[in-house]
């Protein structure tokens, strides 16, 4: 084993790893047996929402951008790149957030 780190030790192909999620077959069911996850409402809900607010966070980044942009003309690169990290900083405080 001279040379090999301690992670190549522990990832021998001779080893079979198992589960992907590192769970035990019984974590992730309820008591009856049924995956927790149900029958995909929720998994199709959660899809939607995350498709709303990373909409909503374009929107503020785009609307953030424009209206630096109208109030104060940028004259210089560098303005537009000071103008560009307020508006994503201000669509992560909103993802964070809201």
Same mark, same amino acid.
């Given at each position: 084993m001279f040379g090999q780190t301690k992670i190549q030790r522990?990832?021998?192909p001779r080893k079979r790893l198992g589960n992907v999620h590192g769970l035990s077959s019984d974590q992730g069911r309820d008591r009856e047996g049924v995956d927790? #996850?149900?029958?995909?409402?929720?998994?199709?809900?959660?899809?939607?929402r995350f498709q709303l607010v990373g909409a909503a966070n374009a929107g503020v980044d785009w609307g953030v951008f424009g209206l630096l942009t109208l109030l104060a003309p940028p004259r210089t690169v560098l303005t537009l790149? #000071?103008?560009?990290?307020v508006a994503v900083a201000a669509s992560l405080v909103m993802s964070y957030f809201g």
């Open positions: 522990n990832f021998s927790a #996850v149900g029958d995909g409402r929720g998994t199709l809900l959660q899809w939607m790149v #000071v103008y560009n990290s």
